[in-house]
């Protein structure tokens, strides 16, 4: 059975939907955290010199989506239909792109007038259009996920995305998605799926 290293910083952003993949298949890993000032000893190793680095039986896969997309094929979080494998990334890259305006919102915090304002564009337009678009698709999910009715890594993404939201813009997600009973609700599900919910519980508390 192949062992598997995560490397990432010890905070949520790009590390964490390969953690969550890998936490809902029940398959044990290494998880390997560090800080800002331990990341130059680790920096030498990795690929292409930056983090996430998923280490396969000694093999090295570099990218958040390259590492998250063989994890969902190795434990079938990926559909083997090539219409619904197109579907589920199409809502993968949609919560990729609410990411990344809350990222670049937390890139400019020492400007705080660039932050602000970027912030308030985020909260007042582009936010809620693009969660409107999921919202939009799981209002018409019976079962509450995205696609095939059943957990796939859309769904993990989403919810490790809209995570780091809510870890970044913790009162403005909740103003957010007030208005969005569906993605709550798709949340939910991932959230109390055991093997996920046991790996919330026991993560470390994430330092920005």
């Known amino acids: 059975m192949p062992t ?7 905070v949520p952003a790009r590390g964490e939907l390969p953690r969550i993949i890998l936490s809902a298949a029940g398959q044990p890993f290494e998880d390997i955290r560090f800080s800002g000032q331990e990341w130059p000893k680790y920096k030498p190793k990795m690929p292409f010199g930056q983090v ?10 570099a990218q958040e989506y390259a590492i998250s997309k063989f994890l969902a094929r190795q434990f079938g979080f990926c559909s ?8 589920e990334d199409m809502y993968v890259f949609l919560s990729e792109d609410i990411y990344v305006k809350v990222e670049e919102i937390f890139h400019t915090r020492d400007d705080k007038e660039k932050s602000e304002a970027l912030k ?7 936010g809620p259009v693009m969660l409107s678009k999921l919202e939009q698709a799981l209002s018409k999910s019976a079962s509450g996920y995205l696609v095939r009715g059943k957990l796939s890594w859309a769904d993990l993404a989403v919810f490790s ?3 780091v939201m809510e870890f970044i813009l913790p009162t403005e997600s909740v103003n957010l998605l007030e ?6 609700r798709n949340m939910e ?3 109390r799926n055991p093997n996920v919910n046991t790996y919330l519980k026991q993560r470390p508390s994430p330092n920005a």
């Open 80 to 87: 083997e239909d090539n219409l619904d494998h197109a579907r």
């Open 179 to 184: 208005h969005c009973p569906n993605i709550r």
């Open 161 to 163: 995305n809209l995570g």
């Open 120 to 126: 308030k564009k985020f909260v007042n337009e582009t």
């Open 4 to 10: 598997y290293k995560l490397y990432y910083f010890d």
């Open 52 to 61: 996430p680095v998923l280490e396969v039986d000694g093999q090295m896969i």
């Open 189 to 191: 599900l991932v959230r």
